[in-house]
Every structure is written in structure tokens, then in C-alpha cells.
Nanobody, 128 residues
Framework: QVQLVESGGGLVQAGDSLRLSCAASGRTGSTYNKGWFRQAPGKEREVVATITLTGANTYYADSVKGRFTISRDNAKNTVYLQMNSLKPEDTAVYYC?????????????????????WGKGTLVTVSS
């Protein structure tokens, strides 16, 4: 099994930056793509960004393009989400996710059924 633990959430003001981290433990060698999803109050979970095993390919939701950057450090079994120019509408619980099979960054983003592991989430609150 694989455990994903998110950290780095908190309360910030609009325009601020925040970096989320997701550390994997357990059978980390069985994970491939990783990604970040979020769920705002009263809304469905949505993709934020995904990244393939080597980091060569990424996918971003239109709402975060140019502001957020996903990256990973496989030696540390950690994936990051650098969030800049935060907006109140970015307020949500952010979840880390991983697949147990290789796929494209876009496939992971558009078909959450491909995701095998989920973290428990970290709350990001952006005040105006």
C-alpha cells in the first residue's frame, strides 16, 4: 500500500504564495503519475495539476495556468504544488493523488478513475 500525506496548507491573503508538499510512504515504487486535486465548499472535486513519473509532462487546469507549478522529487518521494498569486476562489481542500500504472498527465487529470491513491487533504484558505 501507499500512503500520501499533504502538508503546507494554511490561511493566506489574496496575492500571496504557498507551497504544498505531498510525501509518499509505503510501496512508493508502485506509483507513477502524481497530481493535485481540490474541492471547494459545496463544489465537486476538480483537478488542479498532474505530472508524469519523469516530470516530462504536466497538465494544468485553466484556472491555475501561469500561477501554479507542479513538480516532483522522486528521490524524496514527494510532489509539490507551488501556488502564486492566490485568489479567494482558490480556497479549497487540496488532495494529493497517485496512480499505480503509467498514463499520460492529461488522462490522470480527466479520468480520476485512473487514480489509485489519495491523501486526506490539506486546507488552503485565501482571504480577500
Amino acid at each position: 500500500q501507499v500512503q500520501l500525506v499533504e502538508s503546507g496548507g494554511g490561511l493566506v491573503q489574496a496575492g500571496d504564495s504557498l507551497r504544498l508538499s505531498c510525501a509518499a510512504s509505503g510501496r512508493t515504487g508502485s506509483t507513477y503519475n502524481k497530481g493535485w486535486f481540490r474541492q471547494a465548499p459545496g463544489k465537486e472535486r476538480e483537478v488542479v495539476a498532474t505530472i508524469t513519473l519523469t516530470g516530462a509532462n504536466t497538465y494544468y487546469a485553466d484556472s491555475v495556468k501561469g500561477r501554479f507549478t507542479i513538480s516532483r522529487d522522486n528521490a524524496k518521494n514527494t510532489v509539490y504544488l507551488q501556488m502564486n498569486s492566490l485568489k479567494p476562489e482558490d480556497t479549497a481542500v487540496y488532495y494529493c493523488a497517485a496512480t499505480a500504472t503509467p498514463t499520460t498527465a492529461q488522462s490522470m487529470a480527466l479520468d480520476p478513475g485512473r487514480i489509485d491513491y489519495w491523501g486526506k487533504g490539506t486546507l488552503v484558505t485565501v482571504s480577500s
